[in-house]
Structures are given as C-alpha cells and as structure tokens.
C-alpha cells in the first residue's frame, strides 16, 4: 500500500482546496499578512517546490496539480493561460505561471554565512478572500476531480487532497463527502485525504496530527479530524523527520495552524513519493 | 597474475539508456598488472538532483585517475568538473538564445547529488597477494568472496540499513560536512581466486537479503549464459528488486595460468 512507484507513464496527483472566504483577510497576529495571502504564498511556493523536484532540468510530468478556490465563487484556481483548468500536468503548470516575481532569500556560503541570493518566484494564483465557506462544494469538486482522475490511473500512487480552511462551512456538513473522498482510491490504496484549519489568533494552541479526537477542543476540531485520512507510513515519516510525534494512527490534520504549521503541513501532505521513487 | 574485471549496466524499468544516473569507473586494459595499482569507482547519482549523470561520472573519473585516492580531493575535483560542465550548458543555452528558464535556474542552483564507492587495489605479485582501500559514501557496496564465502561486506551491513535516504556528496560545498557525508574507509588484504562485487544500492540489497537467507547470490553473476539486463529485469518481475538504474562491477583475481 502507497508503494506505487511513479512515472511519467503512471503519474500521481495533488488536489488543493483553498478557503477564499471573506474571514480569510484577518492577519495573523502581529503580522502584515493575511491568511489568504499567506495560504496563497505557502500554495504557490509547494508547486513550485513539486515542479523543481520533477525538473531534470525539463520537468518531468509525475505529478498533476489542481487547485480550487472556494468563497464567494468555486472554481478552478489557476490564472492565466491555466485558467479553468482542473488538473495541470508539471511541465504545463511550470510553463505557465501567472508572472514570476523576483524575491531575494538568504542562502548558505561555502564558509559558514548566509549570502543574499535572488531568486524567482513564480505565481499561479493570487489571494482572494471573499464571501462564505462552501467547503461542501469544494469537496464535491475534489471527489469528481478524482474520480475521473482514477478512472484514467487506475495503478497510481493513489491521489491527494489537501484542504486548507479557517472556519466552518457555511455549505452543510462536508462529512459524508469526506468520506466518500476517503473511499475512492487505486490500487495501491485509498486518496489521502488532509485538512488544515488555520487561525490568525497566535493565542490558540496549534494542534498537530492527532492520533485521538479526544485532546480536540471544539466540534469544529473534532468534525475536520474525522474528515481526515490517516498518514501513511511515508507521510509519517516526513513528519518525524520534521520533529513531530506521530503514531501510526496518526491523522493527516492540523488545527490552530500558524504560518510555520501550514508549511509544515504542505511538506508533509506531498512528500509521500520520494524522489528516488520517481522515474 | 591476472586481474579480470567487467562492469554491467541497465536503467531503471521506464528510462531509456540516456537517463541512466549511474556511472562506473574501471581501468584500461592491462594484461599483466603485477606491481600496479588498479582504481575501481562506482557512483549512483540521485534522482532528487539535476546532472547527477554528470555527477556521478565526475566522481568515480576523479576517483579512478588519481594515484592515492584522498575522498575530500576526489570530491572537490569533481565538483569542479560537474561546475565547468553546468557553466558550459548555460553558456551554449545562451548561445542558442535560449536562456534558462526559471525552474531551470532552480534546479541547477539545488544542484546533482550521488553516492561514491572507489576501491584503490596494490599488487605484489611475489606473494600472491595484496591490500585493498575502499572509501564510500552512500549505499553502493562492496563484496570480497573467497573461498564461496563472504569475507568482507562494505559498508552496509544488513538489508535493514538500505533506506531511502542514504549519504549523498552533493554539488553544493556546505552540505558536504563530514555529517552528512557519513563517509567511511576499510582496507582489506586480496588473495589469488578472490572475487570482489561493487553494486549500486538496489542490487546490493538483493545481494545483502539472498546471503541473510543463506543463499550464495554469487552463484549466478556468470554472465556468460545469460544477459544482465534480462537477469535484473526477472528481479523486477519477481518483485526481488526495487526498480533502480543497476550497475555492478566484477573483479576478479587469477594466479597466472
């Protein structure tokens, strides 16, 4: 289970689900940026690590990434010349980016220091925050995404949908949808199934990857846990390396998250195909 | 004396023949090496980086060329190498017109990672004997049998220590602290009849599991009657090996005839 190796002939996908609701402008406590713009940041920067890992230098096409935004409208996230497009393979999302901004970062020298470097930084989709929470909706997007998506790859390396959120939906109760995401899967084992719950107040303790609904504070809490696939074993994996306490039943959850959470949480949901699994 | 060596070599299930990322080192013919000193390299480059083809060829070539192996040489040699080939890509991409494109830029700035096993032989031949010194990084391993035994096994012991996440020397000179390059050397004396196997990480661990089981794996590496490629992709079949770029080298030491 969740051994599939993956090929350009036998690709995998990530399916993110992003809250654009109004609540979603809030920043993070004592900060300048906003949830959404943060989300937004944390969303482009995990594809744009997923296309330089497939890059030999040309991308190579193992993976094939969606994104849905979810507020106000539902749709497709994608700008540009990837506008409408629910699925994207690598080398056509890495080809298309909405701009590609120039950013510095500081980077390791050869003797012990850290140097300015620029870098490029590429944008597929800019933050919105607008209207309710129609995570429902979101969900059934996600399920269809996937379900055609399996129909076609029947052996891979079975999918994965993150969902990144700040409150509840104001769409019904997305458990029954979840579970059916859950279900679907290909022969190597079920979709994996994750969720996010970030929060702008620094004061609320983060909660991450639990084991047990018990130590949850909230039916919120308690309802996403539910919604959530437990890690596998290479999901688990990356999470320990990362320093956090997993067991092996273990969900692939976090709540209260702050921005270093959602990073964490983005490494940890694409990291189940390690590179040398790729060909 | 004689020393007979022959080197086989197949991609991954999938790649084609370019893609390969393994590179090997063996030296030119020598009918008659008595007194010598031979050089072995063997280097699996990883899949996580970019020109790791031309990594792990600039590594076993420094290795195999130099006199007295010395590993941190080797490594800034082929650093060098791999830099001056990278900066000849770019420039003739410019030439072309057409400049690196951003997740290029990205990719060649992580860099090529790989592992390295080199094993630098010296022979004496009034003894009918000599000493062996390997170096290693990584989870390409060596194999002495005599006497259709195991006598030495280097460096990774048990089928359990093949993992996903080996020591890799990198392109980029602050990851290769001696931490992380986990680097380790042996010496080991050769005697007439002695064989010695150097393997990339997927058929060592095949190698390593069958001996566990009390199985001679030796046995069948005559390639002779079958061909390389047709006796790994089997393995595959039979789910006995991980699908992997597949790279050995055969040694062998003979008295003269």
Known sequence: ?279 | MHILWDAFIIPKSGNSDDEIEDAYFVPGECPDISGLILNFALSDGASEGVFSNWFSDSLVNAFGKMTEPDLQVVIENAIQLWQSKKKQYIDERQKRNTPLLWYEEASILKGAFATLLGVHFTTTESLGEGQWHAMSVGDTCLFQIRDDEIINQFPLISSNDFNNYPNLISTNYHLNEAANLGNKETLGSWKFNDTFYMMTDAMSQWFVSQSESDRKPWRGLDFESIRFGDFIENLRDERHIRNDDTTMIKITILPEE
């Open chain 1, 1 to 279: 289970m969740y051994t599939a190796q993956i090929s350009r002939a036998n690709p995998t996908c990530f399916v993110f689900l992003v809250d654009q609701s109004g609540s979603m402008s809030e920043k993070y406590t004592g900060g300048s940026v906003s949830k959404a713009e943060f989300v937004a940041t944390a969303t482009n920067r995990v594809i744009q690590n997923l296309i330089i890992r497939c890059a030999k230098p040309e991308p190579r096409d193992y993976f094939h990434i969606g994104v849905i935004g979810y507020g106000q409208n539902i749709g497709p996230a994608f700008g540009g010349s990837l506008t409408g497009k629910e699925l994207a393979t690598i080398s056509e999302i890495a080809n298309s980016p909405l701009r590609v901004e120039d950013r510095i970062k500081k980077v390791p020298d050869d003797i012990g220091g850290l140097v300015e470097q620029k870098t490029k930084f590429p944008i597929w989709f800019d933050p919105v925050a607008n209207g309710g929470t129609p995570m429902c909706e979101a969900l059934k997007s996600a399920k269809s995404i996937v379900e055609k998506w399996l129909v076609q790859h029947p052996t891979c390396f079975p999918p994965t949908v993150l969902n990144l959120s700040d409150g509840e939906p104001t769409d019904g109760d997305p458990q029954a949808l979840a579970e059916m995401i859950r279900q679907l899967g290909s022969v190597d084992g079920n979709v994996i199934l994750m969720n996010c719950h970030t929060s702008s107040k620094s004061s609320n303790s983060a909660i991450l990857f639990p084991d047990n609904a018990q130590i949850l504070p909230d039916d919120h809490a308690r309802l996403l846990f539910e919604m959530s696939s437990i890690m596998p074993e290479s999901l688990r994996l990356r999470a320990s390396e990362l320093g956090f306490g997993v067991s092996e039943n273990s969900k692939g959850f976090v709540f209260n998250a702050d921005p270093t959470d959602i990073i964490n949480f983005l490494d940890i949901g694409t990291s189940g195909t390690k590179p040398s699994d790729l060909r």
